[in-house]
């Protein structure tokens, strides 16, 4: 049974034991055991993919099994909507609004005193517990009964034993599978957001381009289009030799953040170098963007869907949603993304050439 087809008050009821397991699972267990310990504890495991013996996604109860060589289990990452509610002594740590979370785990952890550090999720992280906290966007059902995003945050859970304690999310297995996603470049937690009236007002072409910046520009146009400023960061990669492996002595440029635009400009490798493929807009900072009128970025993320969803009835064009509940228009390739603000989230916006494939990632 998935999330969506639970009632209230349907989800499963766990206690943290620090360092040594969550609720019916013990790190230190097999994939075998895992499944044998929650179908032990009334639960009917439901295995919706695995990554050979390094992680298993359960759908049912809602949770990521870590494994180390053996394989063993070293760390659980519970769903923040769906997964088990899980409570350390009388601290609900799952399901909850961040800031609440966060001031009750501080709370718990001076009377432990516990040292109580903040991961790269702009949450707490407690070693001592194996305990660290991260926030998603929160999901629930629309009025028709389908799966619709909220504008809230709430939190998930990673537990783990000792062996990843002191850095959990930055130590294999976990590191790989949670590793920032690429060209998404978001500083979490609570942070300034540019009001409306003082963000630079852009228009679309979708395919073609946004605001002064044009599709094909190569990264000196693009700096040049931005104010001349250079961007805060690159990123790129060594491309692949014909034999295999990579090519050492060359280097491909991706991204691009311009932090003061509040900007990313994504490449692809062209005839002549690196040309402008895709643009990402920052939700708290980056120029307001319209598309036909409507504005997509630093709005809550269900007033722009339905605004997007009215706009789609006027025009013949599809708009649609993606696994991970981004909104948009694949004909247009213009997405709008919910990025975090505080315990809310804010629309940021992707816009991309035709031939640019559009990842939620």
């Known amino acids: 049974m998935g999330w969506w087809d639970r009632a ?3 989800r499963e009821q766990w206690v943290l034991d620090p360092l040594a397991g969550v609720g019916p699972l013990r790190f230190g267990m097999d994939p075998a ?5 929650l ?3 009334g639960v009917r ?6 990554t050979g013996d390094v992680r298993e996604y359960y759908q049912e109860p809602g949770l990521t099994a870590f494994y180390a060589p053996g394989p063993r289990l070293v760390a659980v990452l519970i769903d923040a909507t769906g997964g088990p509610l899980l409570r350390l002594r009388d601290v609900e740590l799952v399901a909850r ?4 979370a966060r001031a009750d785990i501080h709370r718990l952890a001076i009377l432990d005193g516990a040292e109580v550090r903040t991961n790269r999720h702009g949450e707490p992280e407690v070693p001592a517990w194996g305990l660290s906290v991260r926030a998603e966007q929160e999901w629930g059902h629309s009025s028709t009964g389908h799966r619709q995003r909220r504008d809230n945050m709430i939190t998930g859970v990673l537990a783990t034993g000792s062996e990843l ?3 959990p999310w930055n130590t294999e297995p976990v590191a790989e599978a949670t590793r920032p996603s690429h060209g998404r470049r978001t500083p979490p937690g609570p942070g300034p957001v540019t009001a409306d009236q003082d963000r630079p007002r852009w228009a679309c072409t979708p395919l073609r381009g946004v605001g002064p910046l044009r599709f094909g520009m190569n990264p000196r146009q693009v700096a040049a289009a931005l104010g001349g400023e250079e961007p805060v960061e690159r990123e790129g990669h060594h491309p692949f030799l ?3 492996g990579r090519d050492p002595e060359k280097w491909e440029l991706d991204d691009e953040h311009y932090d003061h635009a509040g900007v990313s400009a994504h490449y692809w490798e062209g005839a002549h170098g690196p040309e402008l493929g895709a643009v990402s807009i920052h939700g708290r900072t980056g120029p307001q963007v319209l598309l036909d009128g409507v504005e997509l970025v630093g709005r809550r993320p269900s007033v722009v869907e339905a605004e997007l969803f009215r706009y789609a009835e006027d025009h ?5 949603y993606t696994p991970y509940g981004n909104v948009g228009s694949a004909e247009l390739n213009v997405w709008v993304r919910a990025e975090r603000d505080g315990d809310s989230t804010i629309t940021g916006a992707l816009f991309c050439i035709e031939q640019w494939e559009y990842s939620d990632n």
């Open 8 to 10: 209230p008050g349907e």
């Open 33 to 37: 055991q895992v499944r044998e310990a």
């Open 39 to 41: 179908e032990k504890a």
């Open 45 to 50: 495991p439901e295995l919706t993919w695995q």
């Open 97 to 100: 609004v961040p800031s609440e």
């Open 165 to 167: 304690a002191e850095a």
């Open 242 to 244: 014909p034999g295999g």
């Open 316 to 320: 013949p064009l599809e708009v649609l």
